[in-house]
């Protein structure tokens, strides 16, 4: 089970932190990650983090923007997302799946987070 946390309404340019929590274990070749759904648009892959070793993938539409990261001992995934632009706004969902299932799909056995609204304004 996956909870994610934070999201909200910020400016153009401005900083917001979202995180997810999973409960019960995570297997060392999974990752979590990141998928978004803007209004009127398909899923896309944001960020993912694989669980054992820590390497991080990210679009490109935010790379050296986001940042993802892991807390091990505490079962979480944080994304720092920095300089935000309105068309970063959408639902962001947390996922817990193989890294190429999180990336690309399908998402049939993909774990879920409840999603998290994150607006941007202009």
């Known amino acids: 089970q996956l909870q994610a946390f934070g999201g909200g309404l910020v400016q153009a340019g401005g900083s917001l932190r979202i995180s997810c929590a999973a409960s019960?274990?995570?297997?060392?070749?999974?990752?979590m990650g990141w998928i978004r759904q803007a209004p009127g648009k398909e899923r896309e892959f944001v960020a993912a983090?694989?669980?054992?070793?820590?390497?991080?993938y990210y679009a490109d539409s935010v790379k050296g923007r986001f940042t993802i990261s892991r807390d091990n001992a505490k079962n979480t995934v944080l994304m720092q997302m920095n300089s935000l632009k309105p068309e970063d706004t959408a639902v962001y969902y947390c996922a817990l799946d193989v890294f190429d299932r999180i990336k690309t799909g399908p998402y049939d056995n993909t774990s879920w987070g409840q999603g998290t609204l994150v607006t941007v304004s202009s």
């Open positions: 019960g274990r995570i297997f060392s070749n999974y990752a």
């Open positions: 983090i694989l669980w054992s070793g820590g390497s991080t």
